[in-house]
């Protein structure tokens, strides 16, 4: 199973960007899916989710009414829209499949040992 983000890139604080995930999996539906964080000398973080029990998302709180998570199960695509983007956006973002997605997107560091992960788009947000 691979993961791959893209879309990243640098943007202007206040400016929008869509990231996109490829999953080369069977069917989308069927797993956890989502967005994790990683600033520059902290933890990573969890930004939005797609249970397999519902189909609603799961956001942080923190980022709801900036960031939307969507998919296309027919092409096995998973997007991230960000808008209204802040210096504090800045990371690497990864796209992960079957790692536990939680309200409040909760991470826990054994996660990184879950599912499958993507290498990671970097998304810089100038002031």
């Known amino acids: 199973v691979q993961v791959a983000e893209s879309g990243g890139g640098l943007v202007q604080e206040g400016g929008s960007l869509r990231l996109s995930c490829r999953h080369s999996?069977?069917?989308?539906?069927?797993?956890?899916m989502g967005w994790f964080r990683q600033a520059q000398g902290k933890e990573r973080e969890g930004v939005a989710c797609f249970s397999w029990k519902t189909s609603d998302p799961y956001y942080s709180e923190a980022l709801k009414d900036r960031f939307t998570i969507s998919r296309d199960s027919a092409t096995n695509t998973l997007y991230l829209q960000m808008n209204r983007l802040k210096p504090e956006d800045t990371a690497i973002y990864y796209c992960?499949?079957?790692?536990?997605?939680?309200?409040?997107?909760?991470?826990?560091?054994?996660?990184?040992?879950?599912?499958?992960w993507g290498q990671g788009t970097q998304v810089t947000v100038s002031a």
């Open positions: 999996g069977s069917s989308f539906e069927n797993y956890h």
């Open positions: 992960a499949i079957e790692v536990p997605c939680n309200a409040g997107v909760r991470y826990r560091e054994y996660y990184s040992t879950l599912g499958y």
